[in-house]
């Protein structure tokens, strides 16, 4: 059963540290999104990858956060520095080629203290 | 920025009922996506309807894509505590896998 995998799921930090998110995605996928989810402005579209090459991140602070695709297997999202307003739950997910389907991992939930 | 708003916000009703959940947008969509999301877990899909009009049935759980591909609805029948969860559409405009999701509709069914 071949899912999206994510770690930490969960991390405690405080403001100003830096913050790594890791993410697998299911083999074969070739384009992956990452999401934060609060209960203020819901789901939203972060970043998204396709051949690991970055088509958008246009939903992304620029100057805190980057998101990287180092090989196939491996989605990175880092937050350099940390802030309050940063704390959420931050999925990512894949898709097949040709397919609008997204496979969510359990995501990794942040607070910055 | 396209919007996707999704009514009601939050919704608790007794195992039996029925149920209507909508999302709407003011733009044309090339798809549209419903999943369900369980506490401490991501989003799951359930279906995706494409044309206008169409309609599309999970067991229970009933999908109808508006004639115009603006706006959908979910319609549950017979509603169980195991349908209680986090409902969310997701907007496909065309932008190569790109979703938009809605503001999320909270379902919980009590016995």
């Known amino acids: 059963d071949a899912r999206v995998t994510q770690t930490p799921r969960h991390k405690v930090t405080e403001m100003g540290q830096e913050v790594t998110m890791r993410c697998q995605p299911i083999?074969?996928?070739?384009?992956v999104f990452w999401y934060r989810q609060t209960m203020m402005q819901g789901l939203e579209l972060l970043a998204y990858?396709?051949?690991?090459?970055?088509?958008?991140d246009s939903g992304m602070p620029k100057d805190r956060f980057s998101a990287e695709m180092p090989d196939a297997t491996l989605a990175t999202l880092k937050i350099q520095p940390s802030e309050p307003r940063d704390s959420a739950v931050y999925f990512c997910?894949?898709?097949?080629?040709?397919?609008?389907?997204?496979?969510f991992g359990p995501g990794t939930r942040l607070l910055v203290l | 920025t396209q919007l996707l708003k999704q009514s009601p916000q939050f919704l608790s009703i007794q195992e039996g009922e029925n149920l209507t959940v909508y999302c709407n947008s003011s733009?044309?969509?090339?798809?549209l996506q419903w999943y369900r999301q369980e506490p401490g877990e991501g989003p799951v899909l359930l279906v995706t309807v494409v044309t206008g009009g169409e309609v599309k049935k999970l067991k229970r759980l009933t999908f109808q894509f508006g004639d115009a591909r603006k706006d959908s609805s979910l319609h549950i029948t017979a509603a169980q505590t195991g349908d209680t969860g986090l409902y969310l559409c997701a907007g496909d405009w065309g932008g190569g896998n790109k979703l938009t999701f809605g503001t999320g509709t909270q379902l919980k069914v009590e016995l």
């Open positions: 083999l074969g996928h070739n384009t």
């Open positions: 990858f396709r051949n690991r090459a970055p088509l958008d």
């Open positions: 997910a894949s898709g097949p080629s040709g397919e609008e389907t997204q496979y």
């Open positions: 733009s044309v969509f090339s798809s």
